[in-house]
C-alpha cells in the first residue's frame, strides 16, 4: 500500500505532530495498540499509511502487509464528530431489510436524538430521492471527493427536476422560447434572443438576437451557451 499523499497536519506540540486531517476527517494521536482506519506515521521517513489490518502484537499492518512493532510509529485515529443537519454522509452498516445498501451516499435532514435520530435524504442507488432514518454507527462522514460527487448529482437532479416540469428533457429549446445566450463568437455580446428553431439532434439551437452592430442575427448554438428565460408556452404576447 503506497504512502497517503493528502494528509495534511494542522497542530504540532513540541515539534511532534499531534492532529492531522485525512479526507475532510480530523485524526488525532492516540496512544495503544492500532486499530483498523488508524493512520500511520513513520516519523522516520515522514510518510503516512492507512492501517488495513491489526496482528496478533496489536501492531498496525500496512504497506504491502507489513506490520512495524510499535515504538516505530505514531498512531492517529478518527475524531469521533456527531453528524450534523446538512452533512452528507455513507452508509457503511444497514439492516437488509430497510432500503438503502452500505455505500450509499446520504444527506443529513433532521436529527432528533432518538433511537434512529437521524432522517437522511438517499443520494444515490435504487432509492435515490427517498428518506431513511439511520443510527449514527450506520453512517460516516462522507469524504471530500463523496461530497463534491453528490452535489454534482444533486444539481443535476434539479436541473432535470425543472425542465421536466414543463415537460420537456434538459435544454430542449423550442420555437419561440426567450433565451440568454452568451455568444462572444458570433453574437459579438451577451444578451436576450428567440429561439427560432427547435433544438436540434445535434443539440444546437437556432437564435435569432440582435448583435453587437445592432442587426438581427441568427445563428445556431450550443446549449452551454443558452438559458431558458420564458418557455413559449409562457408567453404572455402569445395565444
Known amino acids: 500500500?503506497?504512502?497517503?499523499?493528502?494528509v495534511k497536519t494542522i497542530d504540532m506540540k513540541n515539534g511532534e505532530i499531534?492532529?492531522?486531517?485525512?479526507?475532510?476527517?480530523?485524526?488525532?494521536?492516540?496512544?495503544?495498540?492500532?486499530?483498523?482506519?488508524?493512520?500511520?506515521?513513520?516519523?522516520?521517513v515522514g510518510a503516512f499509511y492507512k492501517c488495513y489490518d491489526v496482528d496478533?502484537?496489536?501492531?498496525?499492518v500496512f504497506s504491502v502487509g507489513i506490520a512495524s512493532n510499535r515504538s516505530k510509529y505514531d498512531l492517529f485515529r478518527k475524531k469521533h464528530t456527531r453528524l450534523k443537519v446538512g452533512?452528507?454522509?455513507?452508509v457503511v452498516d444497514w439492516p437488509s431489510r430497510f432500503k438503502g445498501v452500505e455505500g450509499d451516499l446520504v444527506k443529513v435532514l433532521r436529527d432528533d436524538r432518538k433511537h434512529r435520530p437521524?432522517?437522511?435524504?438517499?443520494?444515490?442507488?435504487?432509492?435515490?430521492?427517498?428518506?431513511?432514518?439511520?443510527?449514527?454507527?450506520e453512517l460516516v462522514l462522507a469524504t471530500e471527493a463523496e461530497v463534491a460527487a453528490a452535489k454534482e448529482a444533486e444539481a443535476k437532479r434539479s436541473i432535470e427536476a425543472k425542465w421536466a416540469k414543463i415537460g420537456r428533457e434538459v435544454d430542449?429549446?423550442?420555437?419561440?422560447?426567450?433565451?440568454?445566450?452568451d455568444d462572444q463568437c458570433w453574437f459579438g455580446n451577451s444578451g436576450i434572443g428567440e429561439v427560432?428553431?427547435?433544438?436540434?439532434?445535434?443539440?444546437?439551437?437556432?437564435?435569432?438576437?440582435?448583435?453587437?452592430?445592432?442587426?438581427?442575427?441568427?445563428?445556431?448554438?450550443?446549449?452551454?451557451?443558452?438559458?431558458?428565460?420564458?418557455p413559449v408556452e409562457a408567453r404572455f404576447?402569445?395565444?
Not at 496478533?56 to 498496525?60: K, N, P, R, V
Not at 444546437?204 to 452592430?213: G, I, K
Open 1 to 6: 500500500m503506497a504512502a497517503l499523499t493528502d
Open 18 to 44: 499531534t492532529k492531522v486531517s485525512y479526507e475532510g476527517s480530523e485524526y488525532e494521536r492516540v496512544e495503544g495498540d492500532a486499530k483498523v482506519g488508524d493512520l500511520v506515521h513513520l516519523a522516520r
Open 237 to 239: 404576447d402569445r395565444s
Open 87 to 90: 452533512d452528507y454522509a455513507r
Open 196 to 230: 427560432s428553431e427547435a433544438t436540434n439532434e445535434n443539440e444546437n439551437t437556432y437564435v435569432v438576437a440582435t448583435d453587437n452592430r445592432g442587426r438581427r442575427s441568427r445563428f445556431y448554438l450550443s446549449s452551454e451557451k443558452l438559458t431558458l428565460i420564458t
Open 56 to 60: 496478533s502484537e496489536g501492531d498496525a
Open 118 to 137: 437521524f432522517h437522511c435524504e438517499l443520494l444515490n442507488g435504487n432509492y435515490v430521492g427517498q428518506n431513511i432514518w439511520a443510527r449514527e454507527s
Open 172 to 181: 430542449e429549446y423550442k420555437v419561440g422560447d426567450i433565451v440568454a445566450y
